[in-house]
């Protein structure tokens, strides 16, 4: 069985779920909130990880007590498995407006349409339970519709791409400095600019975040290494401050 729980109180449980995509695709987590029975589920993943994290997700949680399901962006590596989570739940999702038409291209039902929920721009707030979620504005972080959430009753902020690492060798980071070869390519590439970098630090900072966990790769524990990743988010250079002629020149 895939799932770690790396948080758990009375009332509230956070499960990872990072073991279950195909080897020939890009590594992605899924993350399941519990509080007091009911659930949501953030960045489902695509159609090959359907059936895997259903029945793992049983193990914790019946999938019908899903009550919402987040999708931080548009990817296929979070959506595409949208319309299998609808039809077995009566959940609602909710999506950066941006994207509400592009879902129906990754194969989203007629009749489960009016399940989905535009996020405008500046975030909202979603009640799970009595533990209420934040839905943070995080555009450009990569995609122009872009939010993250973050759990002030597990001091969890859910980062998206933000934060993601490919091909190391563990679940939770223990040297930053060892864990950049990890994350800074795609960083570079990935996201728009330090610009909006900055305004994210300055966001995050009002926050009492105890773990960062993004959608690939590692989890940043503890407020020394929460801080260390904001700090070095804050003063990368990326995107389109590395672009140039070189780059933009006829091949």
Same mark, same amino acid.
């Given at each position: 069985?895939? +799932?770690?729980?790396i948080?758990? $109180?009375?009332e509230h449980?956070? &499960?990872?779920?990072?073991? #279950? ?5 890009v590594?992605?987590?899924q ?5 007091? +029975?009911?659930?949501?589920l953030?960045?489902?993943? +695509?159609?090959?990880v359907? $059936? ?7 193990k ?23 319309? +299998? ?5 009566? =959940? ?7 994207w ?31 533990c209420e979620?934040v839905?943070l504005?995080?555009?450009?972080l990569? $995609?122009?519709g ?17 934060g993601?690492? #490919? ?7 223990e040297?930053?400095?060892e864990?950049?070869?990890y994350m ?14 900055? #305004?994210? =630090?300055?966001?995050?900072?009002q926050?009492?975040?105890? &773990? &960062? =966990?993004?959608q690939?790769? =590692?989890i ?6 929460v ?8 003063? #990368?250079?990326c ?8 780059i933009?020149? &006829?091949?």
């Amino acid at each position: 069985m895939s +799932g770690q729980v790396i948080f758990e $109180s009375e009332e509230h449980k956070v &499960i990872l779920f990072e073991e #279950l995509t195909p080897s020939s695709a890009v590594q992605a987590n899924q993350y399941l909130i519990i509080h007091k +029975g009911e659930g949501v589920l953030l960045d489902p993943g +695509g159609h090959k990880v359907f $059936s895997l994290l259903q029945s793992d997700i049983a193990k914790f949680l019946p999938p019908k007590k899903i009550k919402y399901v987040f999708l931080s962006h548009q990817d296929p590596d979070i959506v595409a498995s949208l319309n +299998g989570w609808l039809l077995i739940t009566d =959940a609602e999702a909710y999506i950066s407006k941006l994207w509400l038409r592009f879902l129906p291209h990754f194969g989203l039902e007629r009749h489960v349409e009016e399940r989905v929920r535009p996020i405008e721009d500046k975030g909202t707030h979603i009640d799970l339970n009595g533990c209420e979620l934040v839905i943070l504005p995080a555009h450009f972080l990569h $995609s122009p519709g872009n939010f993250q959430v973050y759990d002030p009753c597990s001091k969890i902020l859910f980062s998206g791409d933000l934060g993601a690492s #490919l091909n190391q060798p563990y679940t939770v980071v223990e040297n930053f400095e060892e864990h950049l070869k990890y994350m800074e390519g795609f960083h570079k590439r990935y996201m728009a600019s330090n610009k909006v970098m900055k #305004l994210w =630090a300055n966001m995050v900072r009002q926050l009492d975040i105890e &773990i &960062i =966990a993004p959608q690939h790769g =590692a989890i940043f524990k503890g407020k020394d290494m929460v801080n260390k990743f904001i700090e070095w988010a804050e003063n #990368l250079e990326c995107g389109v401050d590395l672009m140039n002629e070189n780059i933009y020149s &006829i091949p």
